[in-house]
Every structure is written in C-alpha cells, then in structure tokens.
C-alpha cells in the first residue's frame, strides 16, 4: 500500500510541477538581409533558418521607394525574427509625396507556425488594393 502511495504522490508531483511549468515554444523563420530576399528562401542560399528567442514573431518587411535624386526604384524585402510585431501596409494609403521620401513598407508578422514568413511580398490584401487603384486608372484613362 505504501508502493501504490508514493507512486500516486510522485505522478501528482511532477503533474503538479508540470502545471506549474512555463511551456515555452520557439519559433524557427527564415533569416535573410541581402540584396535577393525576395526570392523563395528555400532556394536561396543566403537565406537560413534561425530559432528565435521564446516569445518572437517571423517577419518580413517588403519596402520600396523611389529616388528623385538618382531617378531610381528601390526594393527591399527584409526576413527574420521580431518582438512585438504588427502587420503594417503603407501601401494601402501610399502618397506620391511619401513614395519619393520616405518610401512606403509591407510588415507581415506571424507566429503560427516555422518559416511562415515564406510568403510572397505582396499580400493578398495589397494585390487587391493594386488590382482596384490599376482599374481605377484605366477607366478614367479610356474616358
């Protein structure tokens, strides 16, 4: 009876301590800052995998602007590991005026599952908001 006793005693114990316990899980995502990582990672050599710390997001930053000083589109897409992360779309509301200053960016954030930051640059929301602003323009054009 004694046996049966301590063996009850340690299961309770270590589920007890269990419970107690943070589970902690970390994130893998793809880690690229080069002059291609808008490219497909998996087929990029520059970029890697990296395990983020407990409690980060998977990124990824598409930004472009354009240069009046050099009369120059520039991009950039940006991938790795954040805290506090929030999506962000400049793109939406991109003036002419912050285009050629500042540039306008793309933040995606997720964290639910490894490498989620793989996806394309331009979300689906933003291919929509081009497909409507291009539509726009052609119908006043052809007027």
Known sequence: MVNVWNSRCAWRSLSLLLLLTDCVWTLKCWHCIADDCDKDPG?????VERTCEAGQYCQKIFFEMFSTTDNRKYKSTVRGCAW???DKNDFTNCTRD???SRGCIE???CADKDL???ASSLTERT???MFVVFSIFVIFVNR
């Open 43 to 47: 087929g990029n050599y520059k970029a």
């Open 84 to 86: 506090d992360c929030l």
């Open 98 to 100: 912050m285009f050629s």
């Open 107 to 109: 933040k995606s954030c």
């Open 116 to 118: 989620c930051n793989r």
């Open 127 to 129: 291919r929509i908001s």
